[in-house]
């Protein structure tokens, strides 16, 4: 599975290791995502999302229907 937010599209940055001499070498900053599993109360069933951290505070302050009209809006399945 790619590591992306179905809510806010974040995905990883990329960037260097710098050692102790200096040399630098490719490497990858993930993202924090987590697999969440919301109620829907319009359509009678349970949704499971890949949030990053920052998208699960968002579906807490904005509710999951919002979210998920967010998420559709993007063009991805629910």
Known sequence: MS?????TGATPGFGNQISHSHRRTSRRFDINVQRKRYWLPSEGRHVRLRLSAKGIKTVDTI???AAVARIRA???RV
């Open 3 to 7: 590591a992306h937010c179905q809510l």
């Open 63 to 65: 509710g999951i229907e």
């Open 74 to 76: 993007r063009g991805v």
